[in-house]
């Protein structure tokens, strides 16, 4: 293929892919800017097999078919609430890629490497390997396969930190190493990032997994665009760029709707005080016994349906608020069907977002798009956080950490100063939980304490929002 037209369809996938990012921006576009760049994405390797004369190899041939059978199967069977999970995990197949690709030209031919295609490829191996590991602990994580909370070290701080210098260090090393000592400072150059990874990793509680997951989207991308400066293949260097820097203004997002900042998470320094928390394993929460208070309300389950109903039937303007808690019940049927029975009834419905409310950005968005909410009825935080005082119901559906008032004024916790929906502003409040237990974030909710304005429908959120559809 001629140079010239080789470069302007890479300019062309380059192009289709940022476009793709900016319609995925929208729900409404969603879909659309997500084929373009799978479509974008499939021309580029085509190119490039074409482009580098490999398209002969039939092991790249078999590889590319696997791949896309394994993707297939994932989108076909991953339920959206396991969603979070799979982003995180080829968040880390991204990072392991490009750690191989580094790797493998180190040891290929280290004489021939240019100096800076030994920078960009060191940094690839320690930026790659990081996300790989980081991943691959955010999604034990989140399919509770360690605790949730986050796993504190003695000296946690100093190991992060020693191991981050380190990093730093071999990478310096690895650029200026002989041909000699190039494999082994490559091993050694992975291994001290998988250990950085996994030492940031696990002292990320729930809470701050959303930032965790924009982070490791972010670090993805670099390593890719470093692995394509090594390769001096542009393509990828550009395709590199763009996801890392979206990754970048995502986690930002994410930062500033958690009050929270990347070295804050990156260096462990979230902190949490047991006076004032409740520990609970993600694990325990979805196995364990009802509490007596749950105990108690099940008991009054039929009066406390009448007096939700009552309350919703004398309402006016009503705020709906997701959470996980939906996400793990698979409640947006329902509650797709009660928006349709208030709006029959004449009621101002609308959904309000919270920026992290589930295990990753947009993850209610999708949830409740995939029921067909129509758009226009989801709010953002900022756009409806002031609606609250004078709305007369706020049913609270799954949601726990983002409609917790403690963050306004619980110090030394891990949500203190993250802004939260203001939902005990509302003149009702209906909560449908499955329990009053403490969220991700281990931070009891004052809200889930006895008060004149607030009904418990404690369970599985399918039932009790179902219970209120019955006598509507």
Request: aromatic fraction near 6%; include cysteine.
């Amino acid at each position: 293929m001629p140079p010239v037209s080789y470069k302007l369809i890479d300019l062309v996938c380059i192009f289709g892919i940022i476009s793709g990012i900016r319609l995925m921006s929208s729900p409404k576009t969603a879909r659309a800017g997500n084929l373009l760049g799978a479509a974008c994405m499939l021309i580029a390797i085509i190119t490039t097999m074409i482009g580098t004369h490999i398209v002969s190899l039939k092991v790249i041939w078999i590889s590319m078919g696997l791949g896309a059978l394994v993707g297939c199967l994932l989108a076909v069977y991953i339920k959206m609430t396991q969603m979070p999970q799979l982003v995180a995990l080829l968040n880390g197949f991204g990072g392991a890629a490009s750690t191989v690709v580094a790797f493998v030209l180190f040891n290929d031919s280290p004489a021939v490497i240019s100096g800076i295609a030994r920078f960009a490829g060191a940094l690839a191996l320690v930026i790659g390997s990081v996300t790989f590991s980081g991943s691959i602990v955010a999604v034990a994580k989140l399919s509770g396969k360690i605790s949730p909370l986050p796993v504190i070290l003695r000296g946690h701080f100093i190991f992060n930190l020693l191991t981050l210098i380190g990093a730093g260090i071999l990478i310096q090393l690895v650029t200026i190493a002989s041909s000699d000592n190039t494999a082994m400072l490559s091993v050694l150059s992975i291994l001290v990032s998988l250990l950085f990874g996994i030492l940031f990793a696990i002292r990320v509680g729930g809470g701050d997994m959303p930032i965790a997951i924009s982070f490791l989207n972010s670090l993805s991308g670099i390593a890719a665009a470093t692995v394509g400066l090594a390769t001096s293949n542009l393509l990828v260097v550009a395709v590199g760029a763009i996801v890392g820097s979206a990754g970048i203004v995502l986690t930002k997002i994410m930062c500033r709707a958690m009050n929270s900042s990347i070295v804050k998470v990156l260096m462990g320094r979230t902190t949490f005080s047991t006076t004032t928390q409740t520990h609970l394993n993600l694990a325990d929460r979805d196995t364990s016994p009802q509490t007596s208070q749950s105990t108690l309300t099940a008991q009054n389950t039929s009066a406390a349906v009448d007096e939700a109903v009552a309350v919703i039937n004398a309402a006016k303007k009503i705020i709906i608020v997701p959470g996980y808690g939906m996400a793990l019940a698979q409640a947006q049927f329902q509650l797709k069907r009660l928006l349709d029975r208030l709006e029959e009834k004449g009621k101002q419905v609308k959904f309000a977002i919270h920026p992290v409310a589930g295990r990753m950005p947009g993850h209610m968005n999708v949830l409740l798009a995939e029921v067909e909410v129509p758009y226009d009825k989801l709010y953002q935080m900022e756009a409806v956080n002031s609606e609250f005082k004078g709305t007369d119901v706020a049913l609270v559906v799954g949601a726990n950490d983002v409609v917790n008032p403690a963050a306004r004024i619980a110090k030394a916790t891990p949500i203190y100063g993250m802004p939260v929906l203001n939902v005990d502003q509302a003149d009702h409040i209906i909560i449908c939980n499955k329990d009053t237990l403490p969220g991700y974030a281990g931070v009891n909710n004052p809200l889930f304490e006895p008060r004149e304005n607030t009904i418990l429908l404690l369970g599985d959120a399918v039932e009790t929002v179902g219970k209120i559809l019955e006598k509507l």
